[in-house]
Nanobody, 116 residues
């Protein structure tokens, strides 16, 4: 089973930038898709961005043009660059992987707070 550890969350002012990282370890099957999801208080978990093993990306409508997802297969890391942050981006951000047996793995989450 894959272990995922997120880092990089914190407090940032509106309009600022933040970078989240997710370190992968363990597991034996090929990871076919990786991504970030977020959950704000009182809301359902929602898609932020995903990237397939072939490099195809998908973004949630609310973050398109502001967030960029990337992966480094050699270092087993996933990164989310977040620019032009808004208060509505405040949430716990979770790293996610889907392996070739369609098993989902989740990290413990990292808090992002956008506030002045």
């Amino acid at each position: 089973q894959v272990q995922l550890v997120e880092s990089g969350g914190g407090l940032v002012q509106p309009g600022g930038s933040l970078r989240l990282s997710c370190a992968l370890s363990g597991g034996g099957l090929r990871i076919i898709r990786m991504g970030w999801y977020r959950q704000a208080p009182g809301k359902q978990r929602e898609l932020v961005a995903t990237i397939t093993s072939g490099g195809i990306t998908e973004y949630g409508d609310s973050v398109k043009g502001r967030f960029t997802i990337s992966r480094d297969n050699a270092k087993n890391t996933l990164t989310l660059h977040m620019d032009s942050l808004k208060s509505e981006d405040t949430a716990v951000y979770y790293c996610h992987t889907l392996d070739s047996s369609f098993f989902n793995s989740w990290g413990q989450g990292t808090q992002v707070t956008v506030s002045s």
